[in-house]
């Protein structure tokens, strides 16, 4: 997950939650955090998730 998202330009959780978003409007993420600095991270724009589900 990290390799991925270090070709992506962002962390493996900005990644996993845009992965989720992409699944449609069905799925709502929920993140959670201890930490402001992830917060801002998690609020911050997705990463570009071309991969087409299938």
């Known amino acids: 997950m990290k390799e991925l998202a270090d070709q992506k330009q962002c962390t493996p959780g900005q990644l996993a939650l845009a992965w989720l978003l992409a699944q449609g409007e069905h ?3 929920i993140p ?3 930490k402001r ?3 801002a991270e998690n609020l911050g ?3 570009s998730y071309s991969q087409k589900r299938t």
């Open 32 to 34: 959670g955090t201890k």
């Open 37 to 39: 600095e992830r917060l």
């Open 45 to 47: 724009p997705p990463p």
């Open 27 to 29: 799925i709502v993420p």
